[in-house]
């Protein structure tokens, strides 16, 4: 083993020296350690629709996807997918040439940016941003280049300041790297933003990846705009989507890619090398759910908007600042108002003075300063979870 390690180098590649644990194992671990609620990491403390587990229960039994399934994904949930696009978006996908599945959007954002990014070229990606894009435009070569969104109080929420966005754009950017709804911030892009965001794409003829993987999480007004439907964008962008935030089923890693015949054989030739195929029976199982009744998905984002309210209204009682979310099940706050400033020492110090676990924004921003303040809580939990964690948090100003 000494041998191995003689030298002075490092074991990790330089590229992802950076990205040591992830802030969400440090976290988790401490809320196991002092029982306290985890509001942290964002998956579902309770199971999707019975029929849909039921669903992969079938296909592990009557054999389907028990063997490698086909490359691109079986052309049932790849049917599924095209039809879930047009049905909801009109937006028209071939399945055979169109669509690929992936082991969850993860995947996909990794198979994309190492398909698309040579060494040297700059990636734009909205900030905050979820933390898989730094480490796989790092594993591309690529260079990243934030554009921060910023809180405003008059248009509500954190918005992109658009006159930024067309500044950070250089002859060196290969592409733009989107999500909305936003995570960590809530924010839905509204179709000024996204009409603002394609124009400059076909201006300066970028490619964009944009991540929609909470599309039917958006609350009361806001409404989720694939970049997809807008013009010029349908040839130049790779759209990605998860089953595991529309149907509750994270642990399964089912997400796919929707682009051109031109972009989804870049983005699965990368793919191939990664997991090559994943999930098999699951797969099976999401095309059912992708074909649900309307009133599945109604049902899922009423549900999810009463956890907001809760949630939301519980914080602002406590005393911090809420950026009530138009969209995904994360609310970002704001401690100032509680005397804080600096989002690791409070998420820190959180399980030992409340009970409760949250995530500091400020990892998922390379302007650190910019994101000290702003700490975030998931609402996909229980009623009940929730209603404790709100009692719990009123300790903060009691
Ligand atoms: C914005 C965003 N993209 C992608 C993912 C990963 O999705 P999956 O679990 O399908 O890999 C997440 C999960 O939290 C996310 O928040």
Not at 153 to 172: I, N, P, Q, S
Not at 235 to 259: L, N, P
Request: glycine share 8%; net charge negative; with cysteine.
């Amino acid at each position: 083993m000494a041998a191995m390690t003689s030298s002075a180098r490092p074991l990790l590649n330089r590229r992802l020296a950076e990205f040591g644990t992830t802030i969400f194992a440090e976290m988790s671990a401490l809320a196991t350690a002092t029982g306290s609620i985890n509001l942290g990491q964002g998956f579902p403390d309770q199971d999707g629709p019975a029929e849909i587990r039921e669903a992969a229960v079938r296909a592990l039994r009557e054999g389907h996807g028990n063997q490698y399934p086909p490359g691109p994904g079986v052309p049932e949930l790849r049917t599924a997918i095209a039809a879930h696009q047009e049905r909801r978006y009109g937006l028209a996908f071939d399945p055979d040439r169109e669509v690929l599945v992936t082991a969850g959007a993860t995947e996909a954002i990794a198979a994309a940016l190492l398909a698309l990014v040579e060494p040297g070229d700059e990636v734009v990606a909205l900030e905050p941003y979820y933390d898989s894009y730094a480490a796989c435009v790092a594993m591309a070569g690529g260079t990243r280049v934030p554009v921060t969104l910023r809180p405003d109080t008059e248009a509500g929420g954190f918005r992109l300041d658009l006159d930024e966005l067309r500044a950070a754009v250089t002859d060196r950017t290969r592409l733009l790297l989107i999500n909305t709804p936003h995570n960590p911030t809530g924010t839905v892009l509204t179709r000024e933003e996204l009409t603002a965001i394609a124009e400059l794409a076909v201006e300066r003829d970028l490619l964009v990846i944009t991540d929609e993987v909470y599309e039917h999480l958006t609350f009361g007004d806001a409404a989720h705009i694939p970049l997809a439907t807008l013009p010029g964008m349908r040839e130049r962008t790779v759209t990605i989507g998860s089953a595991g935030k529309t149907f509750s089923f994270t642990g399964w890693k089912v997400g796919w890619v929707t682009a051109s015949p031109e972009l989804v054989t870049a983005v699965r030739s990368a793919k191939q090398f990664l997991t090559y195929v994943s999930a098999g029976p699951f797969q099976y199982a999401v095309a059912e759910a992708l074909a649900l009744p309307d009133t599945y998905f109604d049902a899922f984002r009423a549900d999810m908007s009463l956890k907001r309210d809760l949630l939301a209204d519980g914080l602002a009682a406590a005393g911090f600042e809420v950026f009530r979310p138009a969209g995904t099940y994360f609310v970002t706050t704001d401690i100032r108002p509680l005397g804080e400033s600096d989002g690791f020492a409070f998420c820190r110090a959180l399980p030992e003075r409340a009970g409760v676990v949250a995530i500091p924004n400020a990892v998922f921003y390379d302007h650190r300063d910019a994101g000290a303040p702003f700490v975030r809580f998931a609402f996909c939990k229980q009623v009940p979870v929730l209603e404790e964690a709100v009692a719990r948090l009123k300790k903060l100003t009691a």
